[in-house]
């Protein structure tokens, strides 16, 4: 089973295919926020990959991004990706100092919206 590594939270192992905010919520119990709900509309659920980080993107991700101005290096949004291999990351974005009540509504255990995966550019 792939290994998920959090800076300063441990490592976890995580079935593939499961969607990493979910990985970070549901098994690691971590405060990463999702505002949205996991459906890429919020860039709340951002993550830093220190290594393992996936060559392909949704185009739902791409776009998100793009539209917010974040372009920094190995900045990926939780939401849309797929634990398909061992990943170390950072949190990013936490409940913790938000000011927010909650860390966002449940995510899907599918993608959303529907992906379409292009490699990342």
Do not use: Y
């Not at 593939?16 to 709900?37: E, F, M, P, S, Y």
């Not at 996991?38 to 860039?43: A, N």
């Not at 393992?52 to 974040?70: D, N, V, W, Y």
């Not at 170390?88 to 927010?100: A, D, M, N, P």
């Amino acid at each position: 089973m792939p290994k998920l590594t959090i800076e300063g939270q441990g490592e976890f192992e995580v079935p593939a295919g499961t969607r990493l905010v979910n990985a970070l919520t549901k098994i690691a119990g971590t405060d990463q926020l999702h505002a949205c709900g996991g459906k890429c509309r919020c860039t709340t659920c951002r993550v830093e990959f220190i290594a393992g980080e996936p060559s392909k993107m949704t185009e739902a991700e791409q776009a998100t991004l793009s539209a917010r101005g974040i372009d920094q290096q190995g900045v990926r949004l939780s939401c849309q990706i797929l634990f398909e291999q061992d990943q170390h990351i950072k949190l990013i974005s936490r409940l913790e100092g938000s000011g927010r009540a909650d860390q966002g509504g449940a995510c899907a255990e599918e993608i959303e919206p529907e992906p379409q995966w292009v490699e990342k550019s």
